[in-house]
């Protein structure tokens, strides 16, 4: 874990503490009396400063399961499951415990949790190797896109688009090399953008561009512009995102090994 994700985690986990401290004296003033003004302006800034914090903590987005959490304890469920008027004042306080209860334990994790400031907090991933400057902006908003919809648990999007960016940049580097010195690597005939994913895989590595980090792609990766397509789909699980991101950072470093 690198220091400043480190510092982050303290600052949030100390930042949460204050407010679950602060929760059980609000809803403490709402148990004696929920009709007291000056106990409802206090819950009303508490739960302001906990929306703040827990956007934050979503990166923005109101798909993050934190932030769904946040918003259902504003709602009373009725027998069934489905959303009914508002709850109890005090009930909401409690329930909002709750969420930042989990947001603590997801931030103690060893890997910094599910919930990470990433998507706001740090800066975005840089393709300067990329020689294609149109393509550069393009790898860069879907390498964002990619970890956003990792974290919203959209693992069919994530590894797509992570297998996509991973296309884009070895035919870059493939494009850089020339026609003469792909073909004496035993290249296929015609042109790149002719070529499969495998068959592009396998010249970048011939011609020394990356090294063997791509083994690891799972089928349904290498497979990854047919499914989905005429009928034809694999399930893709979340061990099947998570590889397919490592295999990209890998081959970023093989592209651009000062990095």
């Known amino acids: 874990m690198s ?51 827990i956007n934050q903590l979503s990166g923005g987005s109101k798909a993050h399961w934190l932030a769904r959490a946040f918003s259902d304890a504003f709602l009373m469920r009725s027998a069934k499951g489905n959303a009914a008027e508002g709850a109890a004042p005090q009930e909401i306080v409690q329930r909002l415990l709750d969420v930042l209860t989990q947001a603590v334990a997801a931030l103690s994790r060893e890997d910094g949790g599910p919930i990470m400031i990433a998507s706001t907090d740090v800066p975005p991933r840089r393709f300067e190797f990329v020689h294609n400057p149109e393509l550069r902006q393009v790898v860069e908003q879907a390498f964002t896109d990619s970890r956003r919809a990792m974290e919203q648990g959209d693992f069919d999007l994530a590894m797509r688009t992570a297998c996509g960016i991973l ?31 495998d068959e592009r895989i396998a010249v970048a590595e011939k011609v020394g561009l990356i090294r063997g980090g791509c083994a690891r792609l799972p089928a349904v990766a290498r497979a990854y512009r047919e499914n989905n397509a005429n009928g034809h789909t694999i399930a893709v699980t979340e061990r099947d995102a998570r590889i397919a991101g490592q295999v990209l950072n890998v081959i970023m470093r093989d592209l651009n090994p000062g990095r």
């Open 167 to 197: 296309e884009s940049i070895i035919t870059d580097a493939l494009e850089q090399k020339g026609p003469t010195e792909l073909a004496t690597s035993g290249a296929p005939a015609g042109k790149i953008a002719d070529w499969t994913f």
């Open 3 to 53: 220091e400043s994700l480190e510092t982050q985690i303290k600052d949030y986990a100390s930042r949460l503490d204050h407010l679950i401290r602060r929760g059980h004296q609000v809803r403490d003033a709402l148990t004696q009396d929920s009709a007291n003004p000056a106990a409802i302006v206090a819950t009303r800034a508490w739960q302001e400063e906990c929306g703040v914090a």
